[in-house]
């Protein structure tokens, strides 16, 4: 696969489902009131804030929070977020995130770089059970929202520096008095966050974010499926290129695999549906210039007869 086609294309993923379609509702700028139409009901498939002033939808780990607050099973966000593991795993995460891009582009700052320590990763764990659910049951509060670094980068400071004047009310949205210790706390959780995105590859998701830690739950056994070959020269190339730092030999499709894709610019790494002799085949938009030639060939060995699809004519007359 051509990892620059590649690259594009899940940049274009990223930016038009993960951070324009999540927040695309452009009408709050006159309104000065966030939606809170039908698809409120329902989630986004990545990380997202609610009170985003653009948001369309709700964020998976918000409902969690709220169901649980609420001391009410979440059937149907279970459901959802089963459905979307079964189908790509923590693929979300790698093509949908709009805060995944954010790390992805902050780590290509020019800096020294430096490793998470594995351990760091059961952090998720206290995320998910104490913060998303547990407390939220105990208190009412959603606590993981009040800390949450995205939260505070695409709906806390943006209303807190816009304000506008409710028009229902007629005094602005944010009182003086909302920016508090929680607030500042969030900023404080934030700014360290943005300074370790500089230097670490991803180190939210791979310590922090529930939500993948739920999709990685289902990465074993989702249709997406990079695969590496038996043939592998153990050259290390898609390991470097992984963005969470795996050892993709042995890692791939692990619970820390984010299913980016970008390990198969290596020859060795194949990407193929989880269904037994049945492989999918890479788009032409996304396959190399050498992998397509040496399709042509070997179309044309296994059917020497058949003519070159791709002739111009001016040999045939």
């Known amino acids: 696969m051509d990892p620059r086609k590649l690259l594009i294309a899940r940049r274009i993923a990223q930016v038009s489902v993960g951070v324009i379609g999540y927040n695309c509702y452009l009408k709050v700028i006159s309104t000065k009131i966030i939606y809170d139409g039908p698809l409120k009901a329902g989630c986004v498939p990545g990380l997202n804030c609610h009170a985003c002033p653009m948001a369309i939808s709700s964020c998976p780990i918000g409902a969690l929070q709220f169901y649980s607050a609420q001391h009410q099973f979440p059937l149907y966000l279970m459901g959802f977020l089963a459905v979307l593991g079964v189908i790509g795993g923590r693929f979300i995460c790698g093509w949908l995130c709009p805060f995944g891009f954010l790390q992805d582009m902050m780590y290509k700052i020019r800096s020294i770089k430096i490793s998470v320590p594995r351990l760091l990763g059961y952090f998720r764990w206290f995320s998910l059970i104490v913060l998303a659910i547990l407390l ?47 607030f500042w706390l969030k900023m404080v959780i934030l700014a360290g966050f943005l300074i370790w995105f500089v230097f670490t590859k991803r180190p939210f998701c791979r310590t922090s974010c529930p939500l993948g830690l739920i999709y990685g739950w289902f990465n074993r056994s989702s249709i997406v499926m990079p695969s590496v070959k038996e043939v592998c020269a153990d050259c290390g190339q898609c390991t470097t290129r992984c963005p969470v730092d795996l050892v993709v030999r042995t890692e791939v499709n692990t619970a820390h695999c984010i299913k980016c ?57």
């Open 136 to 182: 939220p049951f105990l208190t009412g509060k959603h606590w993981f929202s009040a800390l949450c670094p995205n939260g505070a980068l695409i709906a806390a400071i943006p209303w807190a520096v816009w304000n506008p004047i409710d028009p229902l009310t007629g005094e602005s949205t944010i009182p003086p008095e909302a920016i508090d210790f929680d």
């Open 261 to 317: 894709l970008d390990c198969t610019a290596c020859k060795f790494v194949e990407y193929r549906w989880n269904w037994k002799l049945k492989y999918y085949k890479i788009p032409k938009f996304l396959s190399s210039r050498q992998e397509r030639l040496a399709a042509k060939a070997a179309k044309k060995l296994n059917n020497p007869g058949a003519q070159d699809t791709d002739c111009s004519g001016s040999c045939c007359g």
